[in-house]
């Protein structure tokens, strides 16, 4: 197999204001800054990236697909994440040993237990 994965795309009504977040969020760089595609990654040569294109709709429903992250500290990266606008989010997860957030246009994403924690143990979301 011959193929690279070069980026996840993510519908957005406002490309610009969540290319900006998630940047924030993750630590990461913008690449690309057009009129209708934005990109950010880990660097600028390294991928995948995040690209962001407008769509006029909102989000509706939960998420076909979602990004799991695993922080050092999962405590401290929810409160991280709740200050710089995330909202926690009820997909049925119940007693789960992860945290699922959204971004600030609904997307949601989970954040795992701490890098210590066996990752076996972890269900799929």
Do not use: Y
Request: net charge negative; glycine share 8%; charged share 30%.
């Amino acid at each position: 197999m011959d193929l690279i994965w070069e980026q996840v795309v993510v519908d957005a009504q406002d490309p610009v204001a969540l290319v900006r977040w998630w940047a924030e969020a993750l630590g990461w760089v913008v690449v690309a800054d057009a009129a209708d595609e934005f990109e950010i990654r880990p660097t600028p040569d390294r991928v995948p990236g995040l690209l962001f294109v407008p769509v006029p709709e909102e989000k509706s429903g939960k998420n076909r697909l979602h990004s799991d992250f695993r922080p050092v500290d999962q405590t401290a990266e929810v409160e991280r994440l709740l200050s710089l606008g995330a909202r926690r989010a009820d997909v049925g997860q119940r007693d789960a040993s992860w945290v699922v957030l959204a971004d600030p246009e609904g997307n949601e994403f989970c954040i795992l237990g701490g890098r210590g924690a066996a990752r076996f143990l972890e269900p799929v979301t």
